[in-house]
């Protein structure tokens, strides 16, 4: 399979596996660093010359490839640097390496060095430095598991260190959604050590719902997955903030800080439509629910944290629930909108004055 240069000002070339093969194509392109992106038994002979960075990764949607990110970009940009050519290639050609190249050019674009500026006039997408790629690889196809990761990373601005990345929240949420995912697979509840709430994170988690987010349109990750809309965030706070009460002892719950914005968005082609108010209240998991979902249920009803009331305020549901509005929200935590009262901060402050 042949050996492609990518795009632009850098010394960056993709290929398949064969593509090691093409000796004269290698000498001709002063490749000096080879990037291989796989998990397969590789013959050392075909690197000898090289200097190798292996990435051991399936080109399954379920693989954790954004860590590998800092590594190799970090390779490459060394190769870069001493004025050689840099191979980045895995099977075909067509996913893994084309997702490495497509975080090394984001992290480029956002933290140019002087050895190698890049040309762009703005910033870097992962949608258009794919279709950089695209210009002279067609078939170039990240599986939708990792571009989502590329939507993750490019938010994220692109931590330049594995420490960076693993500190951050959105990625921290991101592991936590992972694990929730593999014990619902198995038919089983998080495990009280992987649970997580919002209200004890160091700061607000900002992961957007999709990749529509950022680029501007198109479909979130959820819409694009048969309308299953994941809990990856509260959504951003209004401004003017709300809270929600327990109606009948007036206990706090929850603020809009911590709801999960789930409804489909307007159709370009019609005008808006009313739509009636769901009937839960979509919100992340917070910590006065610990005591019942250390439970370890897979679903069950939420109840007030204030213990001389213990009234029923909601459910929850980690295999997901279907909302009202048609949208189905994994994990399910509601809240039920004829158990509390919802206050905006101007009545809350009227309300606690009068106290």
């Excluded at 004025?83 to 067509?94: D, E, R």
């Excluded at 910033?123 to 989502?148: D, K, Q, V």
């Excluded at 999709?210 to 309308?227: D, I, L, T, Y």
């Excluded at 959504?235 to 999960?260: D, K, Q």
Aim: charged share 20%.
């Amino acid at each position: 399979m042949s050996l492609d240069r990518i795009t632009g000002d850098a010394n960056l070339y993709i290929g398949g596996l064969f593509s090691l093969r093409r000796k004269d194509s290698l000498k001709k392109a002063n490749i000096t660093h080879v990037v291989s992106a796989l998990r397969l038994p590789l013959d050392n002979d075909l690197f000898t010359n090289f200097k190798h960075h292996v990435v051991e990764v399936d080109d399954v949607e379920d693989e954790n490839i954004i860590e590998h990110f800092a590594g190799s970009n970090a390779f490459i940009q060394e190769g870069l640097n001493g004025g050689g050519g840099v191979l980045v290639h895995c099977a075909m050609g067509k996913s893994r390496s084309v997702t490495l190249i497509i975080a090394y050019l984001l992290s480029r674009s956002l933290h140019p060095t002087q050895a190698s500026q890049t040309t762009s006039s703005s910033p870097l997408t992962p949608s258009s430095a794919l279709h950089l790629i695209r210009l002279t690889r067609p078939f170039a196809e990240p599986n939708p598991g990792f571009m989502h990761q590329l939507h993750l990373y490019h938010r994220m601005s692109c931590p330049p260190t594995l420490s960076l990345l693993e500190a951050h929240p959105s990625y921290q949420h991101w592991l936590y959604q992972r694990r929730v995912e593999e014990s619902l697979a198995t038919g089983q509840a998080p495990s009280v050590g992987d649970l997580r709430f919002s209200d004890e994170t160091s700061q607000p988690v900002d992961v957007e719902r999709g990749a529509a987010a950022e680029e501007g349109g198109g479909k979130s990750r959820g819409e694009e997955e048969g309308g299953v809309v994941e809990t990856e965030t509260p959504a951003p706070s209004a401004p003017s903030i709300s809270s929600f009460r327990c109606r009948r002892c007036r206990a706090p719950l929850a603020t809009s800080s911590y709801l999960v914005s789930h409804n489909p968005p307007a159709s370009h082609l019609s005008p808006p439509k009313p739509q009636p108010a769901c009937a839960h209240i979509h919100i992340t998991p917070l910590s006065w629910m610990r005591p019942e979902l250390e439970l370890g249920k897979l679903e069950g009803r939420l109840f007030c944290p204030n213990k001389k009331c213990g009234q029923s305020v909601g459910r929850y549901a980690w295999q997901g629930m279907k909302c009202s509005c048609g949208e189905w929200v994994v994990p399910g935590m509601t809240l039920g909108r004829g158990r509390v009262d919802e206050m905006r901060e101007r009545e809350r402050v009227r309300a606690e004055g009068k106290m």
